[in-house]
C-alpha cells in the first residue's frame, strides 16, 4: 500500500522555483543519509531509489501520487532492474543478490578481495550484464567490475578514487564512467556485444568550486548530465564535453538523476545529506522531480535471472 505521509514526511508535491525559473517538485523526503540510483521501471511505473548507508529502497507510484520503502536490510551500494522487474541489489562486501516479492536469492555471496568495501553505483547494459563499481579501502583503490550473464566477475578499471556514476550513449558506442575524488568523469568506446571497453579518455574535470561529479544519465540528445555533490546543481553536457546548461537546487549533496514518466519527460533527481540540514539544505535527502523539456531513454534491464 502506497503512502502519502509516513513517519512525519513533508507534504507530497512542495514545489520550488530556482533562479532559473525552473519548478521543482518535492515527491518525498525521508531524509536520506545518501539518498541514491533513482531507476524508472516500465515494468510497473514506478520510481526506485535508495538510501545507501541505512539498506533502504523506495518507491514512487504517480499514478497513486503515493511512496513507501519497499526493502530494508543490508548496505544497498546500487541495483538494477531485472527483465522480469525483480531489483538486483549490489551490497556490501561484493555481495549480490536479487529481490523479487519480498524474496532474497544470492547471486554472489561476497568478493573476497572486497570484503572490506562495498559496491557503489552500477548500470545494466544492452545485453544485460552490469557494470559495478567499488569504493576504496586503506588497503587499495576501488574498482570497477563487469558482472556477466554467466555470473562471472572481470575487472574492467582499476586504481578508482570513487567509483561512480555511468551512462551508455543512445547509439550505445560510449560509455560514460566517472571517478568522484578525482573530480572526473571520462568516456570508453564501448563494444556493445563483448561488453569491452577501450580508448579511456577524459571527459569533464570538475573545479574544486563545482563540487564533485555523482551520478549521470543520457538524454535522448545525447547529452550527458551529472549530478553535481557539493555543488547543488545539475550540469548537462553535450557530446563534446562542452557545459550546456546548470539547473540549481536548493540542497548542496545533489547525487544523481533519471529520465521516467510513460514518455520519459519527468526528471527525477535523489540528495543526500538529510541527516544535517542544517548544513545540506532544508530538503536535503529528499527526492526531486522536474520538467525541463527534454526527454529520455530508457535504462536497460540486468538480465543475471534467478538460476
Known sequence: MMANDICGLINMNAKITNPSGIEIQIIANYKCHCGENPLWNPIDNRLYWC???????FRYEPAANGHEICFEGDVVGGFTI??????????????????????LTTIVSEIPDERESR????????IGRVFCGTMATPARPGRLYRLDLDRRLTVVVEGVQCSNGMAFSPNRRRMYYTDSFAREIYVFDFDAQTG?????????????????????TVDAEGCLWSAQWDGSCLIRYWPDGMEDRRINFPTKKVSSLTFGGPDYSDLYVTTAGGDNPEENGEHAGALFRLNVGIRG????????GSR
Not at 538510501?51 to 529502497?57: E, L
Not at 559496491?119 to 544492452?126: E, L, S, T
Request: charged share 25%; glycine share 10%; hydrophobic share 40%.
Open 196 to 216: 569491452s571497453l577501450a580508448n579511456r579518455q577524459l571527459f569533464v574535470k570538475n573545479a574544486e568550486v563545482d563540487g564533485m561529479p555523482d551520478g549521470s
Open 119 to 126: 559496491f557503489n553505483d552500477v548500470i545494466a547494459d544492452p
Open 82 to 103: 531485472e527483465s522480469d522487474g525483480a531489483l538486483l541489489l549490489f551490497m556490501a562486501h561484493g555481495a549480490i543478490r536479487r529481490w523479487s516479492n519480498g524474496t
Open 51 to 57: 538510501d545507501i548507508p541505512n539498506g533502504r529502497i
Open 297 to 304: 531513454v530508457t535504462e536497460f534491464h540486468s538480465r543475471l
